[in-house]
């Protein structure tokens, strides 16, 4: 049974380029969470979908940040026009109750 | 808004001496969460405590969670070098769509 699966592991954007982070929760798990973290800093909520539906959104900023789980396919964050600040790991995890499974993460560097 | 936190930030240990970290919410939580991050790893559930005053062993852990449901406690027993890691709480609003993150406690664990 494969684990939550994230890619790319990696992603290199020159400011003002758009970010992909794509993930693929487990088999049967129908929660998505995506989740930011800067160096020696905890987690921070950005958002919570279910198939086709974002359910909480309070922690992803308004502008240029967008997320999405369509019915077939992964959940996909989206980061438009990013900037310096944008550098972290991003985690995603899926649920099917009340634990989490976390991805091994995106580590975005914008340059 | 909810907020968790946690002490210490850091701790440096010698094998074989014990670790405490601590969790404080500023509101009731209807459960807590603990997870654990290995450097350049992604966050691992290791447990959930629901119930008032509800503690629970896995091992060397020992989890409580205090009589108000406001705060919890991780307590590892005579450390080892592979308990390395940052442990972090977690506690969900209500409902479950958002989770808050405490800012975690790094162990150094010297060998």
């Known amino acids: 049974n494969a684990g939550v699966m994230q890619n790319p592991r990696h992603l290199v954007r020159r400011r003002g380029q758009e970010a992909r982070l794509r993930c693929s929760p487990m088999k049967g798990h129908s929660h998505v969470y995506w989740y930011r973290q800067l160096p020696e800093e905890g987690l921070k909520f950005m958002v919570y979908l279910q198939k086709e539906n974002i359910i909480d959104e309070s922690g992803m900023p308004k502008e240029r940040f967008s997320a999405e789980f369509p019915k077939e396919g992964p959940s996909i964050l989206r980061i438009q026009q990013v900037v310096r600040g944008d550098s972290a790991a991003y985690f995603c995890a899926s649920s099917l109750s009340y634990e989490q499974y976390f991805g091994p993460g995106t580590r975005l560097t914008v340059t | 808004g909810q907020q968790v936190m946690q002490i210490p930030q850091y701790q440096h240990v010698q094998e074989g001496e014990d670790f405490t970290t601590y969790c404080n919410s500023s509101?009731?939580?209807?459960?807590i969460q603990w997870y654990k991050q290995r450097p350049g790893g992604h966050p691992v559930f290791l447990i959930q405590?629901?119930?008032?005053?509800e503690v629970k062993k896995q091992k060397r852990l020992t989890f409580q969670f205090g009589e108000a449901k406001k705060n919890s406690s991780l307590h590892i027993t005579a450390t080892q070098t592979t308990d390395v890691g940052t442990y972090f709480c977690a506690g969900p609003k209500y409902n479950f769509n958002k989770f808050y993150f405490g800012s975690g406690t790094k162990l150094n664990v010297k060998p």
């Open positions: 509101t009731t939580l209807s459960n």
């Open positions: 405590l629901v119930k008032s005053g």
